[in-house]
């Protein structure tokens, strides 16, 4: 699978070369909210300080919570599971989504895209869990990763935590 930033708000996930899969689109550049469109469409709300909403006919399906230690949670309420994204505390900048058990599922690896405006995404999948990693689940992944990259380049972003 391979993630096209087409521009700083429409991120789309190919399947293959010119196979859309999936898209995430912003309605502004401050990631406030946004759209998932899977085979099925999603809104991306705000839902309080820190936090982000994925919901289909006004039921939330998941969840993006904002923690302490600089980390961000993904709870998706169908599967009755919960993810883990973070930062890499290196020199190579490096973004992983993890289970509950601290299993690496996917990584995310940014560039800088100057005509753009945005960043480039380069997505390694653990084979292992291939089957978990579908494209709600990665683009739930990649909305982290822009909130992350939007805050440390000093973008646009809206509040993260409560003071």
Same mark, same amino acid.
């Given at each position: 699978?391979?993630?096209?930033?087409?521009?700083?708000?429409?991120?789309?996930?190919?399947?293959?070369?010119?196979?859309?899969?999936?898209?995430?689109?912003?309605?502004?550049?401050? =990631?406030? %909210?946004?759209?998932?469109?899977?085979?099925?469409?999603?809104? *991306?709300?705000?839902?309080?300080?820190?936090?982000? +909403? /994925?919901?289909?006919?006004g039921k939330t399906i998941a969840r993006i919570k904002?923690?302490?230690?600089?980390?961000?949670?993904?709870?998706?309420?169908?599967?009755?599971?919960?993810? =883990?994204? %973070?930062?890499s505390t290196g020199w190579k900048l490096r973004f992983? *989504?993890?289970?509950?058990?601290?299993?690496?599922? +996917? /990584?995310?690896?940014?560039?800088?895209?100057?005509?753009?405006?945005?960043?480039?995404?380069?997505?390694?999948?653990?084979?292992?869990?291939?089957?978990?990693?579908?494209?709600?689940?990665?683009?739930?992944?990649?909305?982290?990763?822009?909130?992350?990259?939007?805050?440390?380049?000093?973008?646009?972003?809206?509040?993260?935590?409560?003071?």
């Amino acid at each position: 699978m391979l993630i096209q930033t087409i521009h700083k708000t429409l991120f789309v996930l190919e399947a293959s070369p010119d196979n859309i899969s999936a898209r995430l689109t912003y309605q502004q550049n401050d =990631f406030r %909210k946004g759209e998932i469109e899977t085979g099925q469409s999603y809104a *991306l709300n705000p839902g309080g300080t820190g936090i982000w +909403l /994925t919901s289909r006919a006004g039921k939330t399906i998941a969840r993006i919570k904002v923690e302490p230690g600089a980390q961000i949670s993904i709870k998706v309420e169908c599967r009755k599971k919960k993810y =883990f994204f %973070k930062k890499s505390t290196g020199w190579k900048l490096r973004f992983s *989504l993890q289970n509950k058990e601290g299993e690496e599922l +996917l /990584t995310l690896l940014p560039a800088v895209n100057w005509i753009k405006e945005s960043h480039d995404y380069i997505l390694q999948l653990n084979e292992e869990f291939e089957d978990e990693c579908d494209s709600f689940l990665i683009l739930q992944a990649l909305h982290c990763a822009n909130l992350s990259m939007s805050m440390m380049t000093g973008g646009k972003v809206p509040a993260l935590i409560s003071i």
